[in-house]
């Protein structure tokens, strides 16, 4: 009996043990970090880092990826300080046996024995080095071997280990000290990063460069010694001097803040930023600010026309000025002249103007709302081209009069460039679109050139690469123009006056050839220039970040000349961007049909209810419905030929018999008729 109960509690008790070891394992895990406590990264559409992240504190925490990292340094690191890692279970008792050894033989601790596993088990929960700390860290890296496999441990280790300062990790050491990421390391650089986390803050080489130095020394003759290091390594690397503290990567500066507060959690994003294209615009930039006001700023975007991907973008031009931190690329701001095109354009759509139709340039009033030109002169008789290149303001508003303001407004927001109109504006704020009387971004400005330069058709920006259309992805679009309106529109613009200085790219052989509009807002607060070059649409905004005015500043003198300095840098970056002229813009025509002579704004009536198309809701008999037209003067209607009549105030009101498809007509007092179908449904009368 005595055997049996023996052989009864040995095998019991190792199954007991273990039942209390998984308890314990379960009631106290280790405490693992949240994947969100790393450095998130933008990089341009090539993988290169535009700009890292901190985390709380102000710490540098990028997340290691053994496919990105230096496969020599993986393998000097482990035979530096674990060469058993891929074999022991968290704890390799023969290396702490030996290193109890040496430190005994040499009165002072030699190694500690510690594996990379216990080293992580330290960071992840620091405790004072002590006998007890030890044996839960021992038990620690137990934990993690049962929850990590060997390359999640590796890569954890190499993301928390501490470089010094608010440095942690072997990216951002990388970064730091050699200005790159750690995927082709030299010897040296290797085993600089192998030294450092071991004492962290005394080996800093932009503190401590001697102690560095030394510490490279004994980890090259160590890595000599396992064949890893050429043998003298360490002579010949004294004499070079320990690498100082660079700056983290800070390009692409507010796109990247977009994107990252787009997407908090995102850890690496891929953008469709070119960072050369990105480098050469923030030069640009910088370089007008000298010889302006302190607080002068300007902003800008590249968009690839084609495909709408931003290829570069500076909110501002520099930081160190008031406004500089701010995104003035996402600011509202009253855009001038620089929806004169897109009035035009529509006009041409509508059939009501062309190019070479002849419009009034004279004083004039619409219904309370007199605009004046901005030098206060006038041209008497002028062509829709001639209106256009030197951007008159009464045949704009002329135009937009006749195209329409509230269904200009509505365009633009359908093609994702809503106006932000003034809250105090009142019934003239409509017109008033066509003169910047409504504000717009720098984005959204660049939407609609964007849409000018690619026949018509309007479409989001796009931001990351992975949100690239491709064949079977379609993006939402909306066709703010036709093509035949938006080329002839763009052969307009490539004809207006140049800047000073600035030779026709048509008699300049290699120049950008520069489809362009200018701005300048009311009051000189803000100045514009937006083209299309090439493949790239272009959009540069000057102007005090406050919004104070700058007396007597244009877009022509402020923004146009850095829109072709840009168009310089892009067509030298990208000699494949077709900037110069292929084909010499068509002629205008030299005659125009009899009705395009001449622009008229009174063109037919513009039925607003109800709309072409529209079903209407009738809930009884003798329901009748308030007709609305846009027209300068009177207006007849009729419903299936038959006179609508006015109630006691004036309006048409329209009292279908009952449901049914009804053919409704507005004519004006020259006979121009515009006609709509509608269908009424309900119970109102007798089915037709």
Same mark, same amino acid.
């Given at each position: ?52 992240? /901190? ?176 043998? +003298? ?107 004169? /095109? ?59 009069? +006749? ?220 329901? +009748? ?64």
């Amino acid at each position: 009996m005595f055997g049996l109960g023996r052989a009864y509690w040995i095998i019991l008790a190792p199954l007991v043990a273990l039942v209390g070891l998984l308890a314990l394992d379960r009631a106290l895990p280790p405490p693992l970090p949240e994947p969100g406590e790393v450095s998130a990264v933008v990089r341009d559409r090539n993988g290169e880092v535009l700009r890292a992240f /901190p985390v709380d504190g102000g710490r540098w925490r990028l997340a290691a990826d053994l496919d990105q990292l230096d496969p020599d340094f993986i393998t000097a690191l482990l035979a530096y300080e674990d060469e058993r890692f891929f074999d022991h279970w968290g704890v390799d008792l023969p290396a702490l046996v030996r290193a109890s050894r040496d430190s005994l033989a040499a009165g002072r601790i030699v190694s500690g024995g510690s594996t990379i596993t216990m080293q992580l088990a330290r960071l992840i929960e620091p405790r004072e080095r002590t006998f007890g700390a030890k044996l839960i860290q021992m038990a620690r890296a137990v934990q993690l071997e049962l929850r990590l496999s060997k390359a999640e441990i590796l890569e954890l280790y190499l993301t928390l280990a501490p470089y010094g300062g608010n440095l942690e990790g072997v990216r951002a050491a990388s970064w730091a000290y050699f200005g790159r990421e750690p995927n082709d390391l030299t010897i040296d650089q290797i085993a600089m990063l192998i030294a450092l986390p071991q004492s962290p803050e005394a080996r800093r080489p932009d503190r401590r460069p001697a102690a560095a130095i030394l510490a490279r020394g004994r980890v090259l003759d160590r890595l000599a010694s396992v064949g890893l290091a050429r043998v +003298g390594a360490s002579i010949d690397a004294a004499g070079d001097p320990a690498p100082s503290r660079r700056a983290f990567p800070a390009d692409a500066w507010h796109a990247a803040d977009a994107l990252r507060t787009a997407r908090p959690d995102a850890v690496d994003q891929v953008s469709t930023i070119e960072r050369p294209l990105q480098l050469m615009l923030q030069d640009r930039l910088a370089a007008e600010l000298p010889g302006t006001g302190e607080d002068v700023q300007f902003a800008a975007i590249i968009i690839e026309t084609e495909s709408r991907a931003v290829r570069a973008l500076a909110g501002s031009a520099s930081r160190t000025r008031p406004g500089g931190w701010i995104d003035l690329t996402d600011r509202p701001r009253s855009p001038g002249s620089t929806l004169k /095109p897109f009035i035009y354009g529509m006009a041409f759509d509508d059939g009501i103007a062309a190019p070479g139709t002849r419009i009034e340039d004279l004083p004039r009033r619409f219904s309370g709302y007199q605009p004046d030109n901005f030098d206060r002169r006038f041209r008497g008789d002028v062509t829709i081209a001639e209106a256009l290149q030197h951007s008159l303001n009464i045949p704009a508003v002329t135009t937009l009069d +006749g195209v329409g303001a509230r269904r200009f407004n509505a365009a633009l927001g359908f093609a994702g460039a809503s106006p932000l109109r003034p809250r105090q504006a009142g019934q003239d704020s409509g017109l008033a679109v066509a003169l910047g009387g409504a504000g717009l971004t720098v984005r959204q400005v660049a939407t609609l050139y964007a849409a000018l330069g690619d026949g018509g058709e309007a479409r989001p920006l796009v931001w990351l690469e992975d949100d690239m259309a491709g064949p079977d992805q379609p993006r939402g679009s909306f066709r703010i123009l036709s093509a035949e309106s938006a080329g002839e529109i763009l052969d307009v613009l490539r004809r207006a006056p140049h800047p000073g200085g600035r030779m026709p790219a048509l008699l300049a052989r290699g120049a950008p050839d520069i489809a362009f509009k200018t701005g300048t807002s009311y009051g000189f607060r803000d100045a514009w220039a937006a083209g299309v070059a090439g493949r790239y649409t272009i959009v540069v905004w000057s102007g005090r970040a406050d919004g104070a005015p700058r007396d007597g500043v244009t877009g022509r003198e402020a923004a146009l000349p850095v829109l072709f300095r840009i168009a310089d840098g892009v067509s030298q970056l990208r000699p494949d961007a077709h900037m110069g002229v292929e084909d010499e813009a068509g002629a205008l025509p030299e005659s125009l049909p009899a009705t395009l002579a001449d622009f008229r704004a009174d063109t037919a009536p513009h039925i607003l209810f109800p709309p072409d198309g529209a079903e209407v809701w009738s809930d009884r008999t003798g329901r +009748g419905f308030i007709l609305a037209a846009q027209a300068p003067g009177p207006v007849r209607w009729y419903a299936d030929g038959r006179a609508v009549d006015l109630n006691a105030l004036g309006e048409p009101v329209w009292v279908p018999p009952g449901p049914g498809f009804y053919s409704v007509s507005a004519v004006d007092e020259f006979g121009r008729a515009s006609r709509v179908s509608v269908r009424v449904r309900g119970g109102a009368g007798q089915a037709r």
